[in-house]
């Protein structure tokens, strides 16, 4: 991976979790939407299962770390979440699916990510999560990632197409050219 490349993940990364912490998570209490996980999905499907899985890893470790839970549980749930995002978001993109179906997919995705991450939460007896709240907040949870879905492809699909971010594309060359001269009778390659 190239400095320009991971630089910009890095930076999409916390950008994402600061928003998350600063904008999402207080506008959608007590409704636990995230963001991130919602990203997450969005690459993997657009940049296949590989990118999906570390993205989502890496994420969620962040995520773990700074926070109060159990740490790794977001990191298992969004680096499957990532994972699953990129072997079902092939099937997709290559049908050439627009932003509308994409978003579907990933809020879908991103619904059962946030479904098993706070099922998790509760077995291992995390204080703010619970089997019953993790239910009944699904419905809730799916919406709000449809409508985030929305403006969150667009530019996750623009980013992902940039020049500077995405595994550059190697080009054939032509190694010899034949030259034609006319002849008695007919043209011969020289």
């Not at 209490?29 to 499907?45: E, K, M």
């Not at 993790?134 to 992902?160: E, F, H, K, N, S």
Request: glycine content about 14%; overall charge positive; proline content about 7%.
């Amino acid at each position: 991976m190239t400095a320009s490349r991971t630089a910009a993940a890095i930076a999409g990364v916390l950008t994402v979790l600061l928003l998350q912490a600063t904008l999402i998570g207080p506008l959608t209490f007590p409704v636990p939407v995230s963001l991130p996980a919602l990203v997450v999905v969005v690459v993997g499907i657009y940049a296949g299962p590989g990118i999906g899985l570390g993205l989502g890893f890496a994420t969620g470790l962040l995520a773990d770390l700074g926070s109060d839970h159990p740490a790794g549980v977001l990191a298992l749930g969004w680096m499957l979440g990532g994972l699953f995002a990129g072997i079902v978001g092939g099937l997709a993109t290559e049908r050439g699916c627009r932003t509308r179906p994409v978003a579907l997919l990933a809020a879908g995705l991103a619904t059962l990510v946030s479904l098993g991450v706070g099922l998790l939460f509760a077995m291992l007896g995390s204080h703010a999560a619970s089997a019953a709240s993790t239910v009944r907040y699904l419905i809730p949870i799916a919406l709000v990632d449809a409508v985030l879905g929305l403006v969150v492809v667009p530019p996750v699909r623009m980013l992902l197409r940039n020049q500077g971010i995405r595994t550059p594309r190697s080009t054939a060359t032509v190694s010899r050219t034949v030259s034609v001269k006319p002849m008695a009778g007919g043209y011969a390659p020289r």
